[in-house]
T-cell receptor, first 117, second 117 residues
Framework: AQKVTQAQTEISVVEKEDVTLDCVYE???????LFWYKQPPSGELVFLIR??????QNEISGRYSWNFQKSTSSFNFTITASQVVDSAVYFC??????????????FGGGTRLMVKP | EPEVTQTPSHQVTQMGQEVILRCVPI?????FYWYRQILGQKVEFLVS????????KSEIFDDQFSVERPDGSNFTLKIRSTKLEDSAMYFC???????????????FGSGTRLTVV
């Protein structure tokens, strides 16, 4: 069975600080996909990144970066120089490929990030 | 950029009434999903739909729920007799799953907030 754990339920930082959101996953599949979504106060789910299990390269997109480590089953998300607009709930999610390419996403419990001016 | 469209954005219904939540997935996507998020909690998988039938469903998706793709473009979730605990945000998603490796174009709609009173 697949499981995603986001141990940090809430993080508060001051603007311009760097912040890392942790995500640990469990799966028995060798092929899987990891995602991060942002949920602002308006409620929609905004796609941030998708990573395949066979691609361990870290990724950087502007102030966002992701560190994927299969050895520790972690897919952590770092925001550099945080801004007030980064305040949101962030969800990590996992999809096992298995035999069904359209498999569901399993979400972690989310981390609420509050960036104070 | 293609979008998943959900209507209505907010629906209030009386306990025991039937509701139908509507979604228009991205046109070339093949997999369709419904997820639920009770206020303040994580996003939970309800059901996936492929080739005009349910491919996977969670234990939440009991006999009170049904899904349909009535006309080749809309994808609906029906709750037959709503309960107070059905109050939640309901997200529709669609997925492309093409290419090698599969290109997971997993896109969520902006959600329908269902309030059962």
């Amino acid at each position: 069975a697949q499981k995603v754990t986001q141990a940090q339920t809430e993080i508060s930082v001051v603007e311009k600080e760097d912040v890392t959101l942790d995500c640990v996953y469990e799966t028995r599949d060798t092929t899987y996909y990891l995602f991060w979504y942002k949920q602002p106060p308006s409620g929609e789910l905004v796609f941030l990144i998708r990573r395949n299990s066979f691609d361990e390269q870290n990724e950087i997109s502007g102030r966002y970066s992701w560190n994927f480590q299969k050895s520790t089953s972690s897919f952590n998300f770092t925001i550099t120089a945080s801004q007030v607009v980064d305040s949101a709930v962030y969800f990590c999610a996992l999809s096992e490929a298995g035999n069904n390419a359209g498999n569901m996403l399993t979400f972690g419990g989310g981390t609420r990030l509050m960036v104070k001016p | 950029e293609p979008e998943v469209t959900q209507t209505p954005s907010h629906q209030v219904t009386q306990m025991g009434q039937e509701v139908i939540l509507r979604c228009v997935p991205i046109s070339n996507h093949l997999y369709f999903y419904w997820y639920r998020q009770i206020l303040g909690q994580k996003v939970e998988f309800l059901v996936s739909f492929y080739n005009n039938e349910i491919s996977e469903k969670s234990e939440i998706f009991d006999d009170q729920f049904s899904v349909e793709r009535p006309d080749g473009s809309n994808f609906t979730l029906k709750i037959r007799s709503t309960k107070l605990e059905d109050s939640a945000m309901y997200f529709c998603a669609s997925n492309e799953v093409s290419g090698e490796p599969p290109n997971y174009g997993y896109t969520f709609g902006s959600g329908t907030r269902l309030t059962v009173v």
